[in-house]
């Protein structure tokens, strides 16, 4: 059975001090099941893997099948966790060039993204690419009123009608919203077009195993039953309750641990460039999630070996307020070795015939045993290999892990009220309708004379775990 599995040898964290939390945990799991029917939770996602609308995904094979027999390029119109899921799936799982290669290797449509920025360059150089070829669109949005996606999609559909007529155009959009209500829900039905469903009780950062993220994953050509599959097993087994056995529980512990002794910046370590948007996606699972009331690790990822070169000063010597999550991919689906050279004046045959699978696992344990001895602990997850069901599978572990987290911290991980701050104040700049300053402001001056440093106790942590 190909797994992922946690080791925390190099975390400097002793088994008893984990179990310290046992007690905790069994409450918080009880209470996340407790709940997961609620609407008002946000807990869907948690028995999604076995309890998924079958006919729903049946419909998403069936139209990305049509859409690789029409088009060229799928556009895919989202943001946050309307798209990063789905691109962190299918950047880990295709060919490391995926939009570069001709059509004729690639077999599928390149897969495109757009509504993740307000930047017009970015949009006219898109536009530019696509150019004549044939395309889809895939607009993601609960509500159809997020400012990037909803200006995204007046745009490319505007141009998908252009370019094929009302009718035609119908066909070629897609439209993945609520069930029910909101703006984009209104006009998918007012145009007739295909539409799937963003399930109530799922948020959209715990959403890459709806039509959200399948939809794109599956146009991609990769296997979603599988990643369903390893998500179901995942599903299965963190379902231990016993703190002991448990892996998935154990990271968040481990996380609350190190948190508790100041480590308060975790890093995702990959020497995997595939998995640079997995990356992209745990950055948002886990800062929305855990950054509220003044509290949580803040969430950020490097690239290794490609990174050491960079930040690998800064880890190694830097501040002590970080540790290193690392996910290592214990076998590849391809390798290179490294032939003998007669002159080597470059000095590498003393790695003749070693292959660079064994070369980059060198550079992961050295590195490891450098930052582990200059202060900075490291949490690894070993992934069998680099597939659906193991993908499947990490991807369940780490919502779980940072419900089970969050809830460790004591904050709602389900809800993200900071994000509307900016919006709030784009509208009032952008001179919404129904958006105005405030008649009385808080100048900065007096803010500044009353602000004073908050002791350590004040800061939301818990009592120490030594």
Known sequence: MQNVKLELKFSRILEKNIMKYANQVVEIHEDLHKKVNDKNEFLGWLELPTKYDKKEVEKIKKAAKKIQSDSEILVVIGIGGSYLGARAVIEALTHTFYNYLPNEQRKTPQILYVGNNLNPEYINDLIELIGNRDLSINVISKSGTTTEPAIAFRIFRELIENKYGLEEAQKRIYVTT?????????IADKEKYTTFVIPDNVGGRYSVLTAV??????????DIDKLLEGARFAQGKYLDKNLKYNDCYKYAVARNILYEQDKNIEILVSYEPKLHYMIEWWKQLYGESEGKDKKGIYPTGAEFTTDLHSLGQYIQDGRRNLFETIINIEEYNSNIKVNQDEDN???LNYLANKGLDYINKKAMEGTIEAHVEGGVPNIIINMDKLNEYTLGHLIYFFELACAMSGRILGINPFDQPGVEKYKTNMFILLGKPGYSKPKASVKIE??????VTKPKSQRGRKKKVE
């Open 178 to 186: 609520d069930k029910k209500k909101g703006a984009l829900k209104q």
């Open 213 to 222: 993220g399948l939809l794109p994953i599956a146009t991609a050509g990769i």
């Open 345 to 347: 004046l470059d000095e």
């Open 446 to 451: 007096e803010t500044e004379k009353k602000s």
